[in-house]
């Protein structure tokens, strides 16, 4: 029995902590003698992470609708950062409730009862302070510890690199803000955690002598700041595109430079144990040409750890994935090696006769810049020395994902084995073929090693590819994957960037793996269940993710989609209507039929114009309206922006049953 079906199991541990300070500071705060938390409910995404960090992620049963945690049978959504709802919190029965200052008085109101850990993720400091605190409360000092130190490195290791560049002038660096709501920018506060993290990345933040996280800023104090790099979430996209084309809010350097960038939200939104890689990645964005520059690197490049993986097929020699230091920052390599010399064929370099290795390189996001600054002949031989490999008999493909979240799949039937070991991210570069524009090249996205225990033709080699495209298509599909440029119209087919090496093989002699063939259906179902693994392991892109995240995959906020003055009444209601498995299938059916309207496979909403109706008078007798009459208005709004028609009429269905 695990310990969230045996809270009495857990053992009883005393925190009575007093810390020596470290070269990193912070200092604990003093807890009586009670039991380690067994059933979790986290209301600060932060703290969510820090838990999975710690492993004790399997402790949680409540989370927000921001966390990127899948929902089971014992992990439900409890609502927003700042719309918790209180009955459904009870109704996991927790021992312990994460929260910020924010819930303290309606938490402890409510629920009196249940132990509350107060965490504020204001700064990097606080941040060190919550792990400590975590790691004693859950028993995780260990892990604490090492976290904090990684992190702390990772920051390091920046300050460092800067302090290498000689005359280095400080860019003006703003953090864009959006609201859809809003007649002017907002930026953060001279107090917020954000222009901490541009001053570690070695940029100079604005002072306008406005305290808060989130502030207004005037159109003058814009152009006399005159901001050099601008950047934002990637959620603040069509806001920035809307301030940057009017007079005087374009005619600063960054807009007039196009030096903006958009980065993912769980980084750029809060503090949280991956503060310190988004501040390698926001100063090697400032700072790429210095970066590059081998004078200015801090670190000896090398192979610095090796970890087996196991793959048992008669012509493989070893397989590993090999840690390495390149430009100061940690590289990934899936590296296989084979006992004679083989033929391969990759979809980035065609096909290759007599080679002895092939691999899958990743590099972090802070050499993405440097890395595109370099011809991909250039990358390519950098990582080949680093790692010690023959340049004539080594295939690599090359990717952004984490070496980490590889997934490694083995399929057999009867005598035959197929591999597929497959990386794969579709947040930023995700498409629709033939949909989608294409104007830039580079390599690697969702990428796919195929290796059978047969001699495969040069033909099985050329039609696997296809099998292989087919089956990853299918499992983007399955997942809902939309396409980052056109998500509210669009599912993804692919990343636009995919590679495949295939290769050749030993053992009976195979010249077909169509879909039609024993071996392509193998091939399929392998490459079918590694890419959808690896995108949630990348990405979180889990099958039951919650309908908010699907909504926000399409960019839809339901907040700019209300009216402002319903808003703040309005929506913790619809969040918490959504949380019932009813009213979210109301919404999914909307996201299908958006979908197949796009496609023409449905004209008329007719009959789904019916079903919202009754939605409507369903909800408004859940809110006590069942005696008042009933008439149907259009009150959600679209502000310019395209939204599909069903998603429209799926909430103009809720509102109305809030509003009849």
Not at 10 to 32: D, K
Not at 538 to 551: H, K
Not at 604 to 630: C, P, Q, W
Request: charged fraction near 25%; hydrophobic fraction near 40%.
């Amino acid at each position: 029995m695990n310990s969230r079906s045996n809270p009495i199991g857990c053992l009883n541990i005393l925190i009575l902590v007093l810390l020596a300070h470290l070269a990193i500071g912070g200092s604990l705060p003093v807890y009586a003698k009670e039991s380690t938390p067994c059933r979790v409910v986290s209301l600060v995404p932060s703290a969510t992470e820090i838990l999975k960090h710690l492993k004790e992620d399997e402790k949680i049963v409540g989370i927000t609708l921001h966390d990127r945690l899948p929902t089971t049978e014992d992990r439900k959504i409890v609502g927003s950062f700042f719309r918790p709802i209180l009955t459904v919190i009870k109704s996991l029965n927790p021992d312990t409730i994460i929260i910020a200052p924010v819930h303290q008085r309606e938490i402890k109101n409510y629920l009196p009862h249940i132990r509350t850990i107060t965490v504020e993720m204001d700064s990097i400091e606080r941040l060190f302070q919550n792990i400590r605190t975590l790691g004693y409360i859950f028993n995780r000092q260990r892990e604490a510890e090492d976290l904090i130190a990684k992190i702390y490195f990772e920051i390091e290791l920046i300050k460092e690199k800067l302090s290498k560049i000689p005359n280095l002038r400080p860019l003006r660096v703003m953090r864009f803000m959006g609201r859809y709501d809003s007649e002017t920018i907002m930026v953060p506060g001279d107090n917020s955690f954000q222009n901490e993290i541009i001053r570690l990345s070695g940029g100079m933040p604005s002072l306008l002598g406005k305290k808060g996280e989130v502030v207004s800023i005037s159109l003058e104090e814009w152009k006399t700041f005159d901001p050099e790099f601008i950047y934002g979430c990637g959620e603040d996209r069509q806001i920035a595109e809307k301030f940057f084309s009017l007079p005087g809010w374009k005619e600063v350097t960054a807009v007039r430079e196009g030096r903006i960038a958009f980065f993912p939200c769980d980084l750029t939104c809060r503090i949280s144990p991956y503060t310190g890689k988004f501040i390698q990645w926001l100063a090697s964005t400032l700072y790429g040409q210095y970066f590059g520059d081998k004078s200015n690197w801090v670190l000896s490049s090398g192979i610095k750890e090796r970890k087996p993986i196991p793959i048992y097929l008669n012509y493989v020699a070893s397989a590993e994935l090999v840690k390495s230091t390149m430009m100061d920052f940690q590289n990934k390599t899936l590296l296989i090696r084979f006992n004679e010399p083989l033929d391969v064929l990759s979809t980035l370099d065609g096909p290759r006769s007599k080679q002895t290795t092939i691999g899958n390189h990743s590099s972090p996001p802070p050499l993405w810049n440097i890395g595109h600054q370099l011809s991909l002949s250039s990358w390519r031989q950098l990582v080949k020395e680093t790692l010690g490999l023959i340049p004539s008999e080594t295939t690599l493909l090359f990717t952004g994902a984490d070496m980490d979240n590889l997934s490694v799949q083995v399929k057999i039937h009867g005598d035959l084995v197929v591999y597929a070991l497959i990386t794969a991210g579709a947040e930023s570069n995700a498409l629709r073929t033939s949909k989608d524009e294409g104007s830039w090249e580079e390599s690697g996205t969702i990428n796919i090693i195929l290796m059978t225990n047969r001699q495969l033709s040069h033909r099985a080699m050329t039609r696997a590819i296809i099998t292989a495209t087919e089956a990853k298509t299918a499992a983007l599909q399955d997942l809902d994957i939309r396409s980052s440029y056109n998500g509210p119209r669009w599912q993804a087919t692919g990343t636009g960037t995919d590679e495949i090496i295939v290769v050749s093989g030993k053992g009976k002699a195979s010249d077909n793996t169509g879909g039609h063939s024993r071996l392509g259906e193998v091939i399929a179902k392998a490459v079918y269940d590694g890419v959808k693994e690896a995108l949630q392991k990348q990405n979180g892109f889990y099958e039951t993710r919650s309908i908010f995240r699907r909504l926000q995959e399409r960019r839809i906020e339901l907040y700019s989609l209300i009216p402002k003055n319903l808003r703040s009444e309005a929506l913790p209601k619809i969040e918490k209507l959504l949380l019932e498995p009813r009213y979210k299938a109301f919404m999914e059916t909307a996201l299908l039929l958006s979908d197949a309207m796009e496609s023409k496979n449905i004209g008329n909403l007719s009959a789904f114009r019916d079903l919202a109706r009754l939605v409507a008078k369903e909800i408004a007798r859940k809110y006590g309206h069942a005696r008042t009459s009933f008439r149907w208005k259009d009150i959600a709004v679209t502000r310019g922006n395209y939204v599909p028609e069903p998603i429209i009429i799926a909430l103009n269905a809720m509102l109305n049953g809030i509003y009849p």
